[in-house]
């Protein structure tokens, strides 16, 4: 019930296309759904978020669609460029109590030029 | 740059010993948190501290230890150490319960 599943564990993409990144939970107690991105060297970075009370945020580019009743959200960028090469990692919280986090399984996204 | 600091980059270990990790939690931020994150694999949960209390406890080994300070700088140990403990291990902070996660660059681990 804590695990969050992300796919696909990688992903290539010609640069101006769509990039599509799914996660499911299962546990409805989640409150708080990150996505973040990584570098080689770097530690995770927030990207952008979404809590339940909304079914899409976007923020430039970058898209977050939220499906509560399938438990699935997922993450579109849109127009995709070389410098968004990166693992990216779809995460899960509680936002009251021990309050932590679980991170999907990431997923490696190559842009090509 | 996240404003989180942890220190060092690298440590090269033999089996068997034990080193410690420290972080420096953004200023302002009271809530430390810590992952392994091993060769192509995903972020694993270790521990988590708040205002220098534990908070939550992840998939950590009896053989490693955190401990969160008055300072709220926080120090991961690492003993008995295996070559399977070889990782990238991170270190984030939050303000309070509900506000993001922002991660330091990591401390990469090699047992040889």
């Known amino acids: 019930q804590q695990q969050v599943k992300q796919s696909p564990q990688s992903l290539i993409v010609q640069k101006g296309g769509i990039s599509i990144i799914n996660c499911a939970y299962e546990n409805t107690a989640f409150d708080y759904f990150p996505w973040y991105q990584q570098f080689p060297g770097k530690g995770p970075a927030l990207l952008i978020a979404i809590r339940p009370d909304v079914s899409e945020k976007k923020e430039g580019r970058f898209t977050i669609s939220f499906n509560k009743s399938a438990k699935q959200f997922s993450l579109h960028i849109m127009d995709s460029q070389p410098g968004d090469s990166a693992t990216y990692f779809c995460a899960a919280s509680i936002t009251s109590g021990t309050y932590k986090y679980i991170f999907g399984t990431g997923t490696r996204l190559k842009v090509l030029a | 740059d996240s404003g989180v600091t942890q220190t060092p980059k690298h440590l090269i270990t033999a089996t068997g010993q034990r080193v410690t990790l420290r972080c420096s939690p953004r200023?302002?931020?009271?809530?430390v948190y810590w992952y392994q994150q091993s060769l192509d694999q995903g972020l694993q949960f270790l521990i988590q501290y708040y205002n220098g209390e534990e908070r939550a406890k992840g998939n950590i080994l009896e053989r490693f230890s955190a401990q969160q300070f008055p300072d709220l700088h926080s120090e991961l140990n690492l003993s008995s150490l295996e070559l399977g403990d070889s990782a990238l291990y991170f270190c984030?902070?939050?303000?309070?319960?509900?506000?993001?996660?922002?991660f330091g660059n990591g401390t990469r681990l090699t047992v040889t």
């Open positions: 200023s302002g931020d009271l809530s």
């Open positions: 984030a902070s939050s303000q309070v319960a509900g506000s993001p996660l922002h």
